[in-house]
């Protein structure tokens, strides 16, 4: 199977802009906890979202977003104007530019076209390869790059710049307190009071390439390897995961099938992991069945402890960690959450100071509204 290569990422979210932020606040996660802030427009006595820091620009949010994400990317992996031009976009998104209906839905004026932020991204890096958008919820940035991995492995491009990107809404933010999964105080993954989520937003987009590309550009350093995905839909319910979680395991089995990856080459799982009380649970006992023993001992790094939700870009930040702690060879410590633990959640949520990675592959899931699941497996780059 054709190896996908990650060779440049760029980021931006409540821990800032770039890379290099994004690691350095993920090592110190126990000090940097950002306090969410409110929307004084949504009339909503809760801490609402994890803003993140968005260019100045007529675009919608979503697109400055992903925009600065993407050029920090395309820089990283130093493609040139030209292979830009030959690089399909494949942008996850969950609400898109939502910014540009809900100010003219406010002033009772017709609303621009949403779920441009693909196509807005596409035009400013000069692709013309073609710009697809993904726009399944909260699996959106995860699917986004499964399909770029599978543009690359079947030999319809050489190159691919690809993630995710999402905005506040306050449409969503109503969504998700009328169904009670906001939680008021925190975004607590796996803790016993836990009461629901809280919204971050963000962008992670990446360079995949062929190895024989990477080799023909002279690149000289890679993140990780895309090695695997799985997608998987139980179509249960329009909002709740289906109960014994067994399409959830066939997305994690799929995955790690395709990566080539056993239950002991994998050293590290970032989560779905949202904060609400049944996603939590099935998500671990799923991890239960597929790991079985080696679950105990497996570290799980609760990345939306720290940054929040950040739906359709959620998948592609999650990778981006995954990406990061292979290229450093180091899990970075979870937000602490001491004996406050679910017992119905036992996975290992290392707190303290960043361990080594021990294994060569990171799991990576992303879920979402009616049942859509997709799983990725990173694989070290050197391996």
């Not at 969503?172 to 607590?188: E, T, Y």
């Not at 950040?310 to 899990?331: C, I, P, R, Y």
Request: with cysteine; proline share 8%.
């Amino acid at each position: 199977m054709t190896p996908v290569l990650i060779t440049g990422a760029g980021a931006v979210s409540c821990l800032g802009v770039g890379v290099p932020a994004m690691w350095k606040a993920l090592c110190a996660a126990p000090e940097i906890r950002p306090r969410p802030a409110a929307d004084p427009g949504a009339r909503m006595r809760l801490p609402l979202i994890h803003p993140a820091p968005a260019e100045p620009g007529t675009d919608g949010r979503a697109t400055r977003l992903a925009l600065t994400a993407a050029r920090e990317a395309i820089v990283d992996a130093g493609l040139t104007s030209s292979e830009c031009a030959r690089a399909p976009v494949v942008l996850g998104t969950g609400g898109g530019n939502a910014d540009h209906w809900e100010r003219p839905l406010a002033a009772a004026r017709p609303a621009p076209p949403g779920f441009t932020v693909a196509a807005a991204l596409a035009t400013a890096i000069g692709s013309g390869a073609g710009a697809t958008c993904v726009s399944n919820a909260c699996a959106a940035g995860g699917f986004a790059l499964a399909i770029a991995a599978d543009l690359i492995r079947t030999g319809e491009a050489e190159v691919v710049v690809a993630g995710g990107a999402e905005a506040y809404s306050r449409v969503a933010l109503a969504c998700f307190n009328r169904m009670g999964a906001v939680d008021a105080r925190a975004c607590r993954p796996f803790h016993r009071d836990r009461a629901g989520t809280v919204f971050g937003e963000g962008a992670a987009v990446f360079v995949l390439e062929t190895a024989d590309h990477a080799r023909r550009r002279g690149v000289r350093h890679a993140y990780a390897r895309l090695a695997g995905s799985g997608w998987s839909c139980d179509a249960h319910h329009l909002t709740a995961p289906e109960p014994a979680g067994s399409q959830i395991r066939r997305a994690m089995t799929d995955a790690l099938d395709e990566a080539g990856a056993t239950t002991g080459t994998v050293g590290c799982v970032v989560p779905h992991g949202t904060g609400t009380r049944l996603n939590d649970v099935v998500e671990s006992q799923a991890l239960g069945a597929v790991f079985g023993d080696h679950a105990a001992h497996l570290p799980v790094y609760s990345l939306k402890a720290l940054i929040g939700h950040t739906a359709g870009a959620a998948g592609a930040l999650g990778a981006l960690a995954a990406a990061l702690m292979l290229d450093h060879g180091t899990v970075p410590p979870n937000a602490p959450l001491g004996p406050e633990q679910d017992p119905h959640c036992p996975v290992n949520l290392p707190q303290g100071p960043s361990q080594p990675l021990t294994g060569r592959h990171i799991l990576v899931n992303a879920f979402a509204f009616g049942g859509n699941n997709v799983s990725l497996v990173l694989e070290g780059s050197a391996a």
